[in-house]
């Protein structure tokens, strides 16, 4: 019985990957690369135009990153199978990009034979998920981040302190007493295990739960 053949689009900024994969992928007979692209916003344009079945996207690119070009495309095109193939294995960006819809994550010091796996397993509909990945997924279920424990006001509040802003501040923007700021304050120091308000800060941008702003 012949295999169906999977048509794969590559996009990645890195020339020599992309070349890399496509040599290999082309070597296997139910694979064919039917595109690749350099950025996020040009992959998701392809995928739009070519419809593979399976599309191979990096986290950091220019224009878009893996993350935002996976939102997009799943908003155009909701039955877009993307294996994720990168170099980073930490939690913010394994969960956004998971989070946000597709369907594999794998590492780019993963095997051939395990990227092919993991593009048939996606192709079929299949999570395919990269060991080490799986494992740190296991690992954060069992030991969820400290700041996974605060409330969304306790969030708000917590955000306006990187803001630098007294509690007088905070309760007139959230528009809440100064004592239920003192409360919120409190809480927030104990449930992220820090000392001070300084602290509290520091975990807040360490952990990416606000931006800095230029």
């Known amino acids: 019985m012949r295999m169906q053949v999977i048509r794969v689009l590559l996009i990645d900024d890195h020339e020599m990957v992309r070349l890399g994969l496509k040599s290999f992928l082309n070597l296997q007979p139910h694979i064919d ?29 220019p224009e878009l990153d893996g993350v935002e070009a996976t939102l997009l495309l799943l908003k155009e095109w909701k039955d877009a199978k993307i294996l994720v193939l990168t170099s980073y294995l930490d939690n913010e960006k394994i969960y956004p990009v998971i989070e946000a819809g597709a369907k594999g994550y794998m590492l780019k010091t993963s095997s051939a034979a395990e990227i092919l ?14 060991t080490e990945v799986d494992k740190k997924m296991k690992y ?4 969820p981040e400290l700041h996974e424990d605060l409330t969304a006001r306790e969030r708000d509040v917590l955000t306006l302190l ?11 923007e959230l528009f809440i007493s100064l004592k239920t700021v003192k409360t919120h304050v409190s809480n927030i120091l104990a449930k992220l295990e820090v000392e001070d308000r300084t602290q509290a800060v520091v975990y807040a941008f360490r952990h990416h739960l606000v931006e800095r702003e230029d």
């Not at 593009?119 to 395919?128: M, Q, T």
């Not at 954060?140 to 030991?143: M, T």
């Not at 007294?166 to 309760?171: S, V």
Request: hydrophobic fraction near 40%.
């Open 117 to 130: 796996n993991s593009i048939e397993k996606v192709a079929r509909g299949e999570l395919a998920i990269e």
């Open 140 to 143: 954060h279920k069992e030991h």
């Open 162 to 172: 990187t803001k630098g802003y007294d509690n007088q501040t905070i309760a007139d």
């Open 33 to 61: 690369v039917v595109g690749e692209a350099s950025t996020g916003k040009q992959g998701v344009d392809l995928a739009l135009e070519l419809k593979p079945d399976v599309v191979v996207m990096d986290l950091v690119m």
